[in-house]
């Protein structure tokens, strides 16, 4: 199986999950927790439980929490290579869960705004492996030198390379042109349906897909209730499949995190894409059925 170096996000996840409606204004009753978190951290965390060899780059705070992210890594088999912020604490994001499952994120990168070139293991970059890395350390300015340096050598060490599109509103600040220019080289792109808008203008995601061919040999457009598809040149259309049914969405957050990690494996191993679409769906729906971002320990 192709080993995995994932470079991006380490946070910690503060869930709110509201019990009633949110009262504007007033208390409304939320069963609060922590958990792990960040999207990158996640991917690498669901792809260790799934068998996968898998490394995870990134950058904590010297502070308690950075300290228990870190050993949770390494609990799920991942080969933490966390550098140590002597200033800034380890990332933190507010998620309000409503009572419906829906999710808004308030989001601190703390310690993950200061990765730099530096960070990156060169011995991480070999032939034959795989990088995956997250939307968000391109996003956030302090991150972006150390992730298009990841991506340089990954390409000067010929290995495949994927990229996630982090997240539709600083994605929408910073602008479409200068992510598909930074994210050259990669043969597949991993977004949801209101990235895929925001890069091509295109609110229909087969459309969306057809058009973001022009940069990327391969793209997977997650539709949330509506599954998932898979889109390259020469095909007359994209290839779908269905959401995996879900009971209860107990928290949404994580769960494209996971289809990104059940993805990739079959994907990796040269599985048709619609068995690589099935089994990222079927992961989403496995973390969407509990609390938190990050598989049960």
């Not at 080969?79 to 994001?93: F, I, K, N, S, Y």
């Not at 050259?184 to 897909?209: K, M, S």
Request: hydrophobic share 40%; with cysteine; proline share 7%.
């Amino acid at each position: 199986m192709t080993r995995v170096v994932v470079v991006g996000d380490l946070m910690t996840d503060a869930v709110a999950r509201a019990a009633y409606p949110l009262a504007k204004g007033s208390d409304t009753p939320a069963a609060v927790t922590m958990h792990g978190g960040g999207s990158g951290a996640n991917v690498a965390s669901w792809l260790a439980v799934e068998g996968v060899e898998v490394a995870f780059v990134g950058r904590r705070g010297s502070d308690v929490t950075g300290r228990n992210r870190d050993m949770e890594l390494m609990g799920y088999g991942v080969d933490a290579r966390l550098v140590m912020d002597a200033e800034r604490p380890t990332g933190t994001c507010v998620v309000l869960v409503t009572h419906k499952g829906d999710r808004t994120m308030l989001s601190d990168p703390g310690a993950n705004a200061a990765l730099l070139p530096d960070d990156i293991p060169q011995d991480l970059f070999s032939p034959g492996a795989h990088m995956h890395l997250s939307g968000y350390s391109l996003l956030n300015e302090g991150s972006r030198k150390a992730a298009m340096h990841a991506l340089t050598q990954a390409r000067k060490a010929q290995m495949s390379i994927s990229v996630d599109g982090g997240s539709s509103s600083p994605l929408k600040r910073m602008g479409a042109e200068p992510f598909l220019e930074w994210t050259q080289g990669a043969r597949l792109l991993l977004i949801n349906t209101d990235q895929a808008e925001v890069l091509t203008g295109r609110d229909q995601p087969d459309q969306a897909a057809k058009v973001l061919t022009a940069w990327y040999p391969q793209v997977v457009i997650k539709m949330g209730s509506d599954g998932a598809l898979w889109y390259t040149n020469g095909r007359p259309e994209p290839i779908t499949v269905p959401a995996e049914p879900v009971e209860k969405v107990i928290d949404g957050t994580g769960g494209g995190d996971a289809f990104t990690a059940g993805f990739l494996p079959p994907w990796l191993d040269g599985k048709p894409p619609a068995e690589a679409l099935a089994s990222g769906c079927a992961l989403a729906a496995k973390a969407m059925a509990h609390i938190g971002a990050r598989p049960a320990l």
